[in-house]
């Protein structure tokens, strides 16, 4: 009963922090991009205190010291809504990739076009990953940070993974490190409920893909090393949850 409790009471607060933040960002349609980003990293910090204080949830940050300066390619896992705030906090310049029908939600999509997020038509397949490419290397060329979830979509904690080879395209053309991110936020935020279970979300930061490998070596490279991490940090979560090991 408790963590229904709690996690109604959540789902109110993170609501009304984005409402009013959609409000008070207004102003950023007059400034560069960088004014919507920094509101969207103040947004996302705040939602993680919420979340601390109203459900018991903590973030544990592990490798911060591997993110490197300057343009990157951050390919991270993706379980549950809450990489989409969570991980912006961590760099000084985001920027996602994302599916086009956002861009289309009044106020939110307008400001994803302010903050010169990177849309995906997935219904144009070859042609829209060379558009993505293209916009890609144009952000990265700015110095920003690219976050791409390498699956495409939201998987559950523990499913088994379904890599998308767009992101081996995306590191191909933009000759930029990759860094790869492994978590298990779907363990206390998982997808398709408004329950949030308490316990420690951890984000591991793994050591940095150089540029220049083949598509295939990258793609591989990176499957391998975010499940391996992931699967762990998944394990290390059921214990904290009291949950038995998953076969």
Not at 184 to 213: A, C, H, K, M, Q
Request: proline share 7%.
């Amino acid at each position: 009963m408790l963590i229904l409790v709690r996690s109604i009471a959540f789902n109110a607060a993170f609501y009304l922090n984005t409402a009013l933040w959609l409000v008070l960002a207004l102003p950023t349609f007059l400034m560069p991009y960088w004014g919507i980003v920094e509101i969207a990293r103040i947004w996302g910090r705040i939602n993680l205190v919420l979340l601390r204080v109203i459900c018991g949830i903590k973030v544990e940050i592990r490798g911060r010291e591997k993110i490197p300066a300057g343009p990157l390619l951050v390919a991270s896992k993706h379980q549950s809504a809450w990489e989409t705030f969570a991980l912006v906090t961590l760099f000084p310049s985001p920027v996602f990739i994302l599916k086009r029908e956002l861009q289309w939600i009044p106020i939110f999509g307008w400001f994803t076009i302010k903050g010169r997020m990177v849309p995906v038509d997935r219904g144009r397949g070859a042609t829209a990953l060379r558009a993505m490419a293209e916009r890609a290397r144009y952000e990265l060329k700015q110095n920003r940070q690219l976050i791409i979830f390498p699956e495409g979509t939201r998987r559950p904690a523990g499913a088994e993974p379904r890599y998308k080879y767009g992101v081996a395209h995306v590191y191909a053309t933009a000759g930029v490190p990759c860094l790869p991110i492994a978590l298990n936020s779907g363990l206390f935020w998982p997808r398709r409920t408004f329950r949030r279970y308490p316990g420690t979300v951890i984000v591991e930061i793994l050591d940095v893909i150089p540029p220049g490998l083949d598509e295939e070596t990258f793609f591989g490279t990176l499957q391998t090393e975010i499940e391996a991490a992931t699967a762990r940090l998944i394990e290390e979560g059921r214990r904290e949850m009291g949950k038995p090991r998953a076969d």
